[in-house]
């Protein structure tokens, strides 16, 4: 099964990863066990073998699903993430991404189509005029980021299990799989329980304007029971699947639920 | 009085007897390791998004970047609990906190503060704690509950968000989390001085004697 359709067959994809995480800012990336004073801390007390760094992460990852596990078991479809009046909105809205506006993808709303796939009886693509055309509701909700820092802001879009209701999507799925236009292929698997909340939005405007580029145009999921990078922008198809393929920073190491 | 005889274990402990029972000493461990690396990869995360003017260097954080230092955070999270409440727990139903911690008075603390300052304040009986010894030491517990909460709240602000509340606002809870950790390496660095000036106290935290 292909996971990623813009892979190059015969390309080894552990070297390509490999090859692009030199390119990122962070050499460092997925060596969880870097710093020489906490390494020395960590052996002195467990008499462990931590300098076995693959095994740390295996235990880390390990951990992880552990947690992914409890953190859906605490989750509570009815619990609604806090709203804020408008005065409480946070200007500017930062940017945010793991590149710089510049490299923000600029894409042309008449071409644009959100495909449709998977587990739905509907898999027809949707313009965006026929998006426009759904329902909306506004919410203003804070958004939190992974790394600590948190904005409010004002979302208005189609609830995402109204769009899953019309489209026939199977909701007994697991996942709803999105993947965007971001350079480096960004793509984030949301699980269904979360996708079906009812604050979880598909979003086509941003303080009552059309949604900027900055923040996803055409279209960003809004999802304020979950951390922003759980947030996809510019996406470009949906599917809906039994199966967990990864995601942009789930793939890194980020805990994969980062439910908030 | 039932019986004025003495036995051999009785004579036999007298010279040395036990000042930190076992659960004591294996919980303190198991919470020093904890602790360790809650902060060091509390301080990765910490420095993704800094609340003030500064970072922490490198080479004392955990996890290598966020991620990293996320799933450390998350995993050590654990024991720190699970540790943690066990020690709360056997703490109050032994009565071990009422009787080594309390009473608190000023005046205590005030006289002892003063002796320890003047050089005055004597270790003879590792058993009874001074007034300094048991408000650093409550304090700490108290300390303790509110990173925990703080930490819960920040980690789970929707699911949780009574704890949110409890401290405000999300951004509140975040600094609260940061000044019990403030609290908590302020605390460990005058603990681990005094315990290095009264080496029989470590050694009583290792050995139980």
Same mark, same amino acid.
């Given at each position: ?19 692009? =995480? ?22 002195? =007390? ?143 698997? =949301? ?70 | +009085? ?178 019990? +950790? ?22 009583? +935290?290792?050995?139980?004697?």
């Amino acid at each position: 099964m292909a996971k990623r359709s813009f892979l190059i067959p015969g390309v080894d994809k552990r070297l390509l990863i490999k090859d692009s =995480l030199k390119a990122m800012p962070d050499v460092t990336r997925r060596r969880f066990i870097a710093g020489g004073a906490s390494l020395g801390a960590l052996t002195l =007390l467990t008499g462990c073998d931590v300098i076995d760094s693959s095994s740390a992460e295996t235990m880390l990852a390990k951990v992880s699903k552990f947690n992914d596990a409890v953190q859906a078991w605490m989750f509570n479809p009815d619990a609604l993430a806090p709203t804020f009046p408008e005065s409480a909105i946070t200007k500017p809205f930062p940017f945010n991404a793991y590149y710089d506006l510049d490299d923000a993808p600029d894409i042309d709303g008449k071409d644009w189509k959100l495909e449709v796939r998977g587990l739905v009886d509907n898999k027809k693509s949707w313009t965006l005029d026929e998006l426009y055309q759904l329902p909306q509701v506004t919410q203003i909700t804070r958004h939190i980021c992974v790394e600590g820092w948190s904005a409010i802001g004002s979302w208005t879009g189609t609830p995402m299990r109204d769009f899953l209701k019309l489209i026939g999507a199977d909701t007994r799925a697991k996942y709803v799989w999105f993947q965007c236009a971001d350079k480096d292929g960004y793509n984030s698997p =949301l699980d269904m329980r979360s996708a079906l909340h009812p604050q979880t939005q598909m979003t086509f405007k941003y303080a009552n304007e059309i949604l900027p580029r900055a923040y996803g145009f055409p279209m960003k999921i809004r999802v304020p029971t979950k951390l922003g990078f759980k947030n996809p922008k510019y996406v470009v198809s949906m599917e809906v699947t039994n199966d967990y393929k990864g995601g942009y920073w789930e793939d890194q190491g980020y805990n994969s639920f980062s439910g908030s | +009085m039932a019986s004025l005889t003495v036995t051999d274990e009785q004579v036999g402990a007298t010279p040395a007897k036990v000042i930190q029972p076992a659960w004591v000493r294996i919980m303190h461990w198991v919470n020093a390791l904890a602790m360790i690396l809650m902060i060091l990869s509390g301080w990765q995360i910490y420095n993704a998004s800094p609340l003030f003017g500064f970072t922490f260097p490198r080479e004392y954080t955990l996890g290598g970047w966020l991620g990293g230092g996320l799933l450390w955070h998350f995993a050590a999270m654990w024991l720190l609990m699970i540790n943690g409440l066990a020690y709360l727990v056997t703490g109050l139903a032994t009565g071990r906190f009422r009787k080594k911690l309390l009473p608190i008075t000023a005046s205590g603390v005030l006289h002892d503060v003063r002796a320890a300052l003047t050089f005055k304040l004597g270790h003879d009986d590792l058993t009874v704690y001074n007034y300094v010894q048991r408000l650093l030491y409550a304090g700490i517990i108290v300390v303790g509950v509110l990173i925990v909460l703080s930490g819960l709240a920040i980690w789970k602000p929707v699911q949780l968000y009574y704890l949110v509340m409890l401290f405000g606002d999300y951004p509140a809870a975040r600094y609260v989390h940061f000044f019990c +950790m403030a609290a908590i390496c302020a605390f460990l660095v005058i603990h681990v001085l005094l315990a290095l000036l009264v080496p029989k106290s470590l050694r009583a +935290m290792i050995i139980g004697r």
